[in-house]
Nanobody
């Protein structure tokens, strides 16, 4: 399976923005749909957003619609998640995943009020 490395997380104040990246190593996911998930403390891992293999179709969980944007650059084997107007409820570890990939280590996003 393709390995993934997520990055770009950090500590931000409410209303701020972050851009997460998910890069592949040991292979490519350019022909596969990809998705972002998050896992808050004490909660199950949940779907956040998904993108089709060619970037033409996007899906979002209702609570992030209008605030988050998923995108991809297949030439760079990278998927992105632009997160705007962050709220403390967005605090979680964020992961990306595809059908032919393993789970990465995730990247921590912490939003202070």
């Amino acid at each position: 399976q393709v390995q993934l490395v997520e990055s770009g997380g950090g500590l931000v104040q409410a209303g701020g923005s972050l851009r997460l990246s998910c890069a592949a190593s040991g292979g490519t996911f350019e022909h596969y749909n990809m998705a972002w998930f998050n896992q808050a403390p004490g909660k199950e891992r949940e779907f956040v957003a998904a993108i089709s293999w060619d970037g033409s179709t996007l899906y979002y969980e209702d609570s992030v619609k209008g605030r988050f944007t998923i995108s991809r650059d297949n030439a760079k084997n990278t998927v992105y998640l632009q997160m705007n107007n962050l709220s403390p409820e967005d605090t979680a570890v964020y992961y990306c995943k595809g059908p032919n990939t393993s789970w990465g280590q995730g990247t921590q996003v912490t939003v202070s009020s």
